[in-house]
């Protein structure tokens, strides 16, 4: 993405729909970078490299917390 980093985007989608469940794909994350996450609202992320099982794995975690709410 060439105008805003993942975590720049979700924190803009968060101004239009703060509910709206964000999941960021990462390559990398340290302590800052969790804290940051953590601190713009995004609660739900997933590390490089991903396979098919995590993203539905994890897909299907979003949706049921979304669903029980």
Do not use: Y
Request: proline share 6%; glycine share 4%; net charge negative.
């Amino acid at each position: 993405m060439p105008e805003l980093t993942g975590e720049e985007l979700a924190v803009e989608i968060f101004k239009l729909r703060p509910q709206l469940p964000v999941l960021v794909c990462t390559g990398f994350v340290d302590d800052v970078i969790e804290r940051s996450l953590e601190s713009n609202g995004i609660k739900h992320r997933l590390a490089k490299p991903l396979n098919r099982d995590d993203i539905a794995s994890k897909l299907r975690e979003i949706f049921e917390q979304d669903h029980a709410s």
